[in-house]
Structure formats: structure tokens, C-alpha cells
């Protein structure tokens, strides 16, 4: 138990270490270095991180999320002493732990590829920690067993891991991290390599852990369910940067940016360039030609912040957008998915893209098995839930 | 007949060629092995007779008069000393090198380079080093100068061993309290020891039967067997049977060495080609 702070930290790899990944006869001198994702380059090298400032509370569950190459793995592997931090400060309990190496920080890390010792059983993997720390065997084994107890790993305490399953290797990984009660427990992705049911389970069961371990957590996915299930707050990264940090409550509903926006979510925001209009004080968004009253709300803050009339994005989750009879715009199915309690609809209207999502209470005898493709649909929009973008892609309201 | 069941005839073919095939490889063995357990006279009768008594005198003399039991010790003595330096040395140094950031291709081919050169371009050079820092006619001669070509050739093909080592067993290792040094003997060395069995038994083999730095560093109280055996060619003719007598005790050890390990060389020679 114990609280981490980061204090714009920056990470910077070098480019000598890109070249010498090139080889040799890799590149010529004058080649501009390959731009990977959209991280910054600079003079000493590829910036993976900056200006990342966190304060992370005792016994709190964090998530780090973003897509590829964000730099949320390396944020966790410079919190986990794996990785040197290039600038800025690390705090775990109150110490500085910039230059302390990853057996002092009292961390226990869980990774991706879950990493057991393959010559140890599951029992001198879970041990392993402890016995370097000259723990009393008797200590070691009770410590062991009640890990795989709640793990409920016993009867594999003999085995190899090679003769384990994947699941029950991701619960070794997790046993050998929490036998150590650390104060801050690291983990990387450590349901990626799971197939989805067990990837279900398995967040349950991190959700169990939790409330019974009760330490710290920083978890990175790039699993957006995870993010929301799993997070008592979210961080949520691009390109090195931090997007939004808020509860999963906070970044859906009141995404940050546009990127945010369409990062949380499943199925993805629609997006509509358009723009908002003020007519005799009133302002409003026009959208297929119909016109969408802001709310009392939305009018206030837009008075409260002096917004102008302006080209913006609108964002409406796909749950916003309802099948009606009468009015709304006409659409044509161009997919549809039927996904057991819902339809997800990809239609279009006026050669844009729209995903609705239809409850499958509101789908009638003749749509039980969803819609054909071409069929003509009309969709409401409800307006209490838009979101509006500026050019610099930040919400406005 | 099932699929993939051959007819009998064909079996039969197959086994025949196999013999054949084996007994052209072994034929020269095997007749080193007659001709190291029969007489002198008979050994050099042409054409052979088949019909011999067999004795061991000439391993008897080989081990009396001609001081074999010394340049067995010398042999052993230099290849173990250049296979554990060379082995202790090339796992620190390979698992170093296989950990840095990056491919390391220039330092790697660096290395491989120092193969391509022909030792006996090398053996004047290091014959003067030896010879300046007074170590003439002494094991360490000969255990640095196997050194340099078996040192390089440990520490490549131990690569590829560590390489098959994923990374993060070495930070969940670190994040588990161990040093580097802890890290190494306690997880990445028990995962490499077949790979390392495999490397220090071709280090071995490879000091074992070297001739041409033996023959120009090692002298009277130094001679290893490679250069013991070409000794037996004298001025009055080769001694045939003695020489046979001397190549099966040369081969002896290699061939229980070998059958010893034979479970560690290949699980080290086929390592990593199943994950």
C-alpha cells in the first residue's frame, strides 16, 4: 500500500539504440530516421513520454490505456525501475525512487507474457522472491499456499508451467506477485494473451483480488473494457501524451478531446463535421438538415465560456442515436450485427457513416434476427448527449 | 497396407543402404581397431591377414615407452583449462552482449570475423608473443592460444542460446530482488545449460584434436596427442601399429565423453527450434 507520484516525467530513447536496432548496413547517414506512430523525434532521441504528472492515492486502482506505441508500457516499466526515467521525478510512498533499482522499490510487476521461470514448478516460481529474501521456509510455504489457495492454484503447485494452461499461468504470474504483498502491484497487459472468455473471467477475478488484497494498482491495457472495468480512474494516453485522467464514469461522458471521444467506447462515437450556429441568441448545431437545440445546460456553459459560432466536430455515441417511425433523418442498413441483446445498425445518411446501437427489446417480431442491408431506417438523434469539438479537437462544453 | 507402411522389400533396401553407408564411414575406424590390436609384423602385411591373434601389446608400449600417459594429461589438461575459460569467459561475456539494447551486429560480426581468419596465419604471431613472454613449452601456451579461436566461436554460438531466453524472465528476475549475477546463475544459466553442455563438449573436441598450434608451441614436456601420434611417422617409417594403438586412445575419451552428454548436445544443438 503506498502512493506513487509522477512528476512530469519524460522518457526519451536514445538514437543511438534505434540505429544499432537497424544494424550495421541498416541506413545511410543522410536517411531520415523511421517515424514510428506520431512520437516526437528530437535531437537526443524518440520521445516515448512527456510531461506525465500523476498522483496516484493509496490503495488506488489505476489504469493506463491508449493504443499502440502511446507509451503506457514504458510509463509502467519506468514506475517499475525496468526502464530510466530521462527527466522528472518518481515518488512511491513519499521517496524518490528515480534512480533506485526495481528490488528496492518494493513493486511486484505482472507481465504480458506472464514470464514464469520455465525450469521452476509453479511452487519455487510463486517461492521465488521470498526465498531471496531469506524468508523462514515455514513462512515461505504458508505464504505460497494461501496465494494459490485464493488463486485456487494448489493442485498445480508441482507442475512446470509448460504444462499449464494460459489461464492458469497468467494466476502463477499473479500468485508470485501478490505472495510478496508489494506495495504497488504493476500489470502489463496481463490478459492480452487470453482468449475472450478466459479474458472475462479473468477481470472478474482481478476484481476479487482487489478487494481483497487491497494495494495499489496500475494496470495498462490497451483494452478499453478492461479500462472501464477494472479503473477506479483512467489514464488515457496518445502519442506519449496523457489525454484525460478521470473516473470511467468522467471520460465517458465527458470525454476531453475528440480523441478521448472516440478511444472510449465500443462501438466507436459517430462524428459529424458541422457547425454551431447562434441565431437571435439561440445556439444549435445543423445536421442533415434538421437543427439540434442545445439544451438549457449546454447554452449556459457555452454563454459561461464566450464561445463563438464556429466549424466544430459533433460526437454522439451510438446509444444517443434511436430507431424512430416518424421525423428524424432517413438512413439506409448498410450492416447490420446482431449481438444478442442489441443490434449494432452501420447505416448511412447522405454517404456518412452511422452506428446506432438498438436494444433488443425495441426490435419489433419482423427484426428479431436484425435488419437487411439497403433496408430504409429513420434515426433520432438525441440532443441532450451531444458533444461538441472545436478545431483544436477539445470539447467545448 | 497402411498409409505410410512400406512394402518389405523396400525396408530391406533401405537397411541395406543404410549398412553400406555407415560401414564406408566406419570401415577406416574399424580397421585402425584391427590394426591397433595386432603385431607389429602382421600389421604390415600386405595383403592383410585375416586370420591374427589379437593383443594389446601395442597399446602397452604406446602407454610405456612412448610416454602417451604424459600427453594424455597434457591433452587433458589444456583442452579442460581452454574449455572452462573459455566457456566461463564466453557465457559472461555473450550473455553481456545479448541483453544490450539493440542488435550489437557490429560487435556480433566482429567476433565471427576472427573465425574467418586461417589459424596457421595466427600461429607465427602468437608463436613470438609466447616466446617473448617466456611461456615457451608450457600449458598456458597452448591454453591462450586455443583461447583465441575458441573463445569467439563460444561466445556466438551462445548467443543464439541466450537470445532464445525471453528478456522479461530477466526484469521479472530483477523485479523479484535478484541481482544481475542472481539473475544469471539462478534463471538464464539452469535455461542455457543444455546450450552450454553442447558449446563446452565442441570447445573441447575442438582443443582436443588442434595439431598445428600444439605442434609449433608445445615442446618435449608439453606434447599433446595430436602431436604425439604425427610423431610416430619417423625417419625409418611410420609405426603403424603403435600409431592405430595411440588414434584409438586418442578417440576413447571423445567417444565416452560423448555418450555421456549425448542428452545434454541434443537438447543444446536443437534448443529453441520448438518454443
Known amino acids: 500500500m503506498a502512493t506513487v507520484q509522477l512528476k512530469n516525467i519524460k522518457k526519451i530513447y536514445p538514437h543511438s539504440e534505434s540505429k544499432q536496432k537497424k544494424g550495421l548496413f541498416g541506413k545511410k547517414k543522410d536517411e531520415e530516421p523511421e517515424k514510428k506512430h506520431n512520437l516526437q523525434i528530437t535531437a537526443e532521441g524518440t520521445v516515448a513520454v512527456q510531461q506525465f504528472s500523476l498522483d496516484i492515492a493509496d490503495k488506488e486502482f ?8 502511446c507509451g ?4 509502467l516499466r519506468m514506475i517499475a ?17 528515480n534512480d533506485v533499482p526495481p528490488k528496492g522499490r518494493d513493486i511486484a510487476m505482472v507481465f504480458q507474457n506472464y514470464a514464469l521461470y520455465p525450469h521452476m ?15 523462514p521456509k515455514a513462512e515461505i510455504d504458508r505464504k505460497v499456499r494461501e496465494a494459490a489457495e485464493i488463486l485456487d492454484i494448489t493442485e498445480y503447485l508441482d507442475r512446470k508451467p509448460k ?7 497468467q494466476r502463477v504470474a499473479i500468485g508470485r506477485a501478490i505472495v510478496r504483498e508489494p506495495q504497488v502491484f504493476l500489470m502489463d497487459e496481463p490478459l492480452s494473451n487470453l482468449d475472450a472468455k478466459l479474458r472475462n473471467q479473468m477481470r472478474s477475478e482481478i476484481l476479487k483480488l482487489r478487494q481483497r488484497i487491497d494495494t495499489t494498482f496500475i494496470y495498462v491495457t490497451h483494452d478499453q473494457t478492461e479500462a472501464m472495468t477494472l479503473g477506479d480512474r483512467i489514464v488515457i494516453m496518445r502519442d506519449g501524451f496523457i489525454q484525460q485522467i478521470g473516473t470511467p464514469h468522467e471520460v465517458y461522458n465527458h470525454p476531453h478531446n475528440l480523441f478521448v471521444a472516440g478511444f472510449i467506447g465500443t462501438p466507436q462515437m459517430n462524428f459529424f463535421q458541422t457547425r454551431l450556429e447562434c441565431e437571435n441568441g439561440e445556439f444549435y448545431v445543423p445536421l442533415y438538415g434538421t437543427r439540434f437545440e442545445l439544451n438549457e445546460k449546454q447554452k449556459q456553459m457555452i454563454k459561461e465560456r464566450g464561445i463563438e459560432p464556429q466549424e466544430i466536430t459533433l460526437g454522439i455515441r451510438p446509444e444517443h442515436v434511436s430507431l424512430c417511425k416518424e421525423g428524424g433523418v432517413e438512413a439506409e442498413v448498410d450492416v447490420s450485427e446482431m449481438m444478442g441483446s442489441s443490434v449494432h445498425l452501420h447505416c448511412s ?20 434476427s436484425g435488419f437487411s442491408h439497403g433496408e430504409k431506417v429513420r434515426l433520432h438523434f438525441d440532443s441532450n448527449v451531444l458533444h461538441l469539438f472545436g478545431a483544436d479537437e477539445v470539447n467545448l462544453l | 497396407m497402411r498409409l505410410g507402411q512400406r512394402p518389405a522389400y523396400q525396408t530391406f533396401l533401405l537397411y541395406l543402404a543404410l549398412v553400406l553407408v555407415t560401414l564406408f564411414f566406419l570401415l577406416p575406424l574399424l580397421w585402425i581397431l584391427r590394426t591397433s590390436l595386432i603385431t607389429k609384423a602382421q600389421a604390415y602385411q600386405i595383403p592383410p591377414n585375416f586370420h591374427v591373434q589379437l593383443t594389446l601389446e601395442n597399446y602397452i608400449e604406446v602407454l610405456t615407452t612412448n610416454k602417451f600417459a604424459r600427453y594424455y594429461l597434457n591433452s587433458a589438461i589444456v583442452s579442460l583449462s581452454a574449455t572452462v575459460l573459455s566457456v566461463v569467459f564466453g557465457a559472461m561475456s555473450s550473455y553481456w552482449l545479448s541483453r544490450q539494447p539493440g542488435n550489437m551486429t557490429g560487435a556480433k560480426l566482429a567476433i565471427l570475423a576472427t573465425q574467418m581468419i586461417p589459424p596457421i596465419v595466427l600461429v607465427i604471431p602468437i608463436n613470438t608473443l609466447i616466446r617473448s613472454v617466456g611461456l615457451n613449452d608450457s600449458w598456458m601456451a597452448l591454453v591462450l592460444a586455443y583461447l583465441t579461436f575458441n573463445l569467439p566461436y563460444v561466445i556466438w554460438m551462445l548467443l543464439g542460446f541466450y537470445d532464445n531466453v525471453p528478456r ?8 523479484d530482488g535478484c541481482s544481475t549475477m542472481q539473475t544469471f546463475f539462478k534463471v538464464v544459466f539452469p535455461l542455457i545449460a543444455p546450450g552450454m553442455m553442447a558449446t563446452a563438449v565442441y ?24 602431436v604425439a601420434i604425427a610423431a610416430l611417422e619417423t625417419q625409418h617409417g611410420v609405426k603403424i601399429a603403435e600409431l592405430c594403438a595411440s588414434t584409438m586412445l586418442a578417440i576413447l575419451p571423445i567417444v565416452i565423453l560423448s555418450s555421456f552428454i549425448k542428452k545434454y548436445l541434443v537438447n543444446g544443438l536443437t534448443f529453441g527450434s520448438i518454443k
Open chain 2, 203 to 226: 570447445s573441447f573436441l575442438v582443443s582436443w584434436n588442434e595439431f598445428v598450434f600444439a605442434l609449433v608451441l608445445s615442446g618435449n614436456a608439453t606434447r599433446t596427442i595430436p
Open chain 1, 72 to 75: 503506457k508500457s514504458t510509463t
Open chain 1, 81 to 97: 525501475g525496468l526502464d530510466t526515467i530521462t527527466e522528472g521525478e518518481l515518488y512511491i510512498d513519499g521517496r524518490l525512487v
Open chain 1, 62 to 69: 489505476i489504469v493506463l490505456v491508449g493504443p499502440s506505441g
Open chain 1, 163 to 169: 504444462a499449464l494452461s494460459g489461464g492458469q499461468r
Open chain 1, 121 to 135: 514448478s509453479v511452487y519455487d516460481n510463486m517461492a521465488f522472491a521470498l526465498k531471496l529474501r531469506k524468508m
Open chain 1, 349 to 368: 445518411v447522405q454517404g456518412e457513416e452511422v452506428v446506432v446501437i438498438v436494444s433488443g427489446l425495441e426490435l419489433g417480431e419482423e427484426h428479431a
Open chain 2, 168 to 175: 522479461e524472465l530477466d526484469e521479472a528476475s530483477a523485479i
